[in-house]
């Protein structure tokens, strides 16, 4: 089992981006899969999660302006960034956890947003 993020890169504040994240050999009605982040010198946050079920969270400094989603029948899970702002600026990691643990335990590799004029 694998998770592949991809979709990072540069934009400008107020932009855009979609990042995916491939989830290889889960099934994504048992495993519950987050999206983190870390900026250069801060602790590594969680951004959105997807539980097996379909509900959402998102961190409170990202609601309205991030949204996460999953494609069942691909195997992916993505997280739409809009109204992007310098502070959002950070490695963004998927990662994966079975339904009704507590740990994520599956990481992928990061991919790179940065926002700046």
Known sequence: VQLQASGGGLVQPGGSLKLSCKTSGYNLDYYDVGWFRQAPGKEREGVACIRNDGNTEHLDSVKGRF???????????????????????????????????????????????????
Do not use: F, P
Not at 93 to 112: D, E, H, I, L, M
């Open 67 to 117: 949204t996460i989603a999953r494609d069942k029948a691909n195997n992916m899970v993505y997280l739409h960034m809009n109204s992007l702002k310098s502070e959002d600026t950070a490695i963004y990691y998927c990662a994966a956890k079975a339904r009704y643990s507590s740990v994520y335990n599956t990481w992928g590799q990061g991919t790179q947003v940065t926002v700046s004029s």
